[in-house]
């Protein structure tokens, strides 16, 4: 897994790592998603994680509970906000997508809640 959480988004949406435009614009979406991650109870809930270049790791944000989809999760939403696609049809798949995968992350999350709970 790419450590940097901007890389791996950049490289995601077919920014090349060295094309700095628009890295303000990303950072400001990606710290949004961090937010409705939180939200949701997925990553640290001691604090708000955001990012503020590609010095951010994703093991920052998973700590020890490293969970799935999230990367892809990311993507999804990165993409309606900062590249959304122009036909429709693509764009309900994709918000499809992200509330089925905000749910398994939910349901994972509280999944892992209960074995540490009987654990």
């Known amino acids: 897994m790419e450590d940097s959480v901007l890389n791996t988004m950049k490289r995601a949406l077919g920014i090349p790592l060295d094309y700095d435009a628009f890295d303000s614009e990303l950072i400001m979406f990606i710290n949004s998603i961090f937010a409705r991650l939180k939200q949701l109870g997925i990553g640290p809930q001691d ?3 955001k ?3 590609e ?3 994703w093991a920052d944000f998973f700590g020890e ?3 799935p989809d999230v990367q892809s999760y990311m993507y999804l939403r990165l993409r309606l906000l900062f590249d959304p696609p122009q036909n429709s049809f693509v764009v309900s ?3 499809e997508q992200a509330q089925e995968t ?3 992350l939910t349901v994972f999350h509280d ?3 209960d074995a540490v709970r009987e654990g």
């Open 47 to 49: 604090e708000f994680y």
């Open 51 to 53: 990012i503020s270049g």
């Open 55 to 57: 010095n951010e790791k």
């Open 65 to 67: 509970l490293e969970y």
């Open 93 to 95: 798949s994709f918000k």
């Open 102 to 104: 905000e749910w398994r």
């Open 111 to 113: 999944e892992a809640l």
